[in-house]
């Protein structure tokens, strides 16, 4: 019996992928408005502010929500992140980035928190530190339980083809896919809620530039990412 074939799996991979480029197109306009609204951000009314900032999170949403589908079709695809660039793939954390990324943004983006704000930040750093450990854990005991080479290593064989020999093999393979899709969401829950919590902590003026700071860096590391991975080639 059979999980996946290649053909489903690179319709899967297509698919996703097409999405994947059109959210960036997106995204980059998203950049432009941030970027636009920054210039002016104390000239501007806070509701206005507020509106901008909320779909640009919804925007980050609706990656999470179709990354999630992509991941029941095939969570190996996802975890093995085939439309990413090399550059992208090295700042990986459990097929995504790491939540505490968002934290070194607010340090590095946003210079007048307040004290009250700076030790909510701090706070937020030592909980992140404490659940991004938490998943870790569970990783390593999802490999250990089949003793299984790295999970990345594997992903991307199975993400191209997904044919099993037996019955018995069958069934390793369906609790193991199981065990690491409950992983990847809870590693995007953790990058959710985390950059939720952050938002809470600013004030709309200290969000643009969080938001503004994040989108430029995954456009740019984006941007490097495919002209090293084309250079490479050449």
């Known amino acids: 019996m059979t999980l996946g074939t290649s053909a489903s799996t690179d319709h899967n991979a297509g698919s996703f992928d097409a999405f994947f480029e059109g959210w960036l197109v997106r995204l980059e306009h998203y950049l432009d408005e941030l970027l636009?609204?920054?210039?002016?951000?104390?000239?501007?009314?806070?509701?206005d502010l507020k509106d901008l900032i909320s779909?640009?999170?919804?925007?980050y949403q609706q990656y999470f929500e179709e990354k999630s589908r992509a991941a029941e079709r095939n969570v190996f695809l996802v975890f093995s992140s085939a439309w990413l660039s090399s550059l992208e793939h090295a700042s990986l954390w459990i097929a995504g980035f790491k939540p505490g990324f968002a934290l070194k943004?607010?340090?590095n983006s946003v210079q007048d928190l307040s004290p009250e704000q700076s030790e909510r930040i701090k706070r937020l750093v030592e909980e992140t530190t404490r659940e991004e450990r938490v998943v870790n854990d569970e990783?390593?005991?999802?490999?250990?339980?089949?003793?299984?080479?790295?999970?990345?290593?594997?992903?991307?064989?199975?993400?191209?083809?997904?044919?099993?020999?037996?019955?018995?093999?069958?069934?390793?393979?369906?609790?193991?896919?199981?065990?690491?899709?409950?992983?990847?969401?809870?590693?995007?829950?953790?990058r959710m809620t985390?950059?939720?919590?952050?938002?809470?902590?600013?004030?709309?003026?200290?969000?643009?530039?969080?938001?503004?700071?994040?989108?430029?860096?995954?456009?740019?590391?984006?941007?490097?990412?495919?002209?090293?991975?084309?250079?490479?080639?050449?």
């Open 139 to 190: 990783l390593a005991r999802v490999q250990e339980s089949i003793a299984a080479p790295p999970l990345v290593e594997m992903a991307r064989k199975r993400a191209r083809l997904m044919n099993v020999e037996n019955a018995g093999d069958e069934a390793a393979l369906v609790n193991w896919r199981k065990a690491v899709e409950e992983v990847v969401a809870a590693a995007d829950l953790l």
């Open 55 to 59: 779909r640009v999170l919804s925007h």
């Open 36 to 47: 636009s609204v920054q210039q002016r951000c104390y000239e501007s009314h806070e509701d």
């Open 105 to 107: 943004l607010v340090s």
């Open 194 to 234: 985390t950059a939720m919590k952050v938002v809470d902590i600013l004030n709309p003026v200290q969000n643009l530039r969080f938001l503004t700071a994040a989108t430029q860096l995954l456009l740019k590391l984006r941007n490097w990412g495919l002209q090293k991975d084309a250079g490479s080639k050449e």
